[in-house]
């Protein structure tokens, strides 16, 4: 089992920054690709950006693409989501989650509690 646990989640006004961290605990983060998703209210949930477990791969959803940036500290078994220059359709809960692959689909085995991300006009 993998525990995953994430912060950093807040109000903040348009072309404003937050950084999400996703904190693991459990069995061998390292071991793991880490993916961040988001759900609107009234929507699905989609994929925002993705990780390999050495973080030699990285893709990222076409929206949020030269804006956000993920990364990872296997040390600190914690992943991150730099998000600058904030849209308010980047309101959303945003999750991680750990899993085999870096795949920008939900085919992961873990997942939080998620983060509620609001960005005002």
């Known amino acids: 089992q993998v525990q995953l646990v994430e912060s950093g989640g807040g109000l903040v006004q348009a072309g404003g920054s937050l950084r999400l961290s996703c904190a693991a605990s459990g069995r061998t983060f390292s071991n793991y690709a880490m993916g961040w998703f988001r759900q609107a209210p009234g929507k699905e949930r989609e994929f925002v950006a993705t990780i390999s477990w050495s973080g030699g791969t990285i893709y990222y959803a076409d929206s949020v693409k030269g804006r956000f940036t993920i990364s990872r500290d296997n040390a600190k078994n914690t992943v991150y989501l730099q998000m600058n220059s904030l849209k308010p359709e980047d309101t959303a809960v945003y999750y991680c989650?750990?899993?085999?692959?870096?795949?920008?689909?939900?085919?992961?085995?873990?997942w939080g509690q998620g983060t509620q991300v609001t960005v005002s006009s």
């Open positions: 989650a750990a899993g085999p692959v870096a795949a920008p689909i939900p085919n992961y085995d873990y």
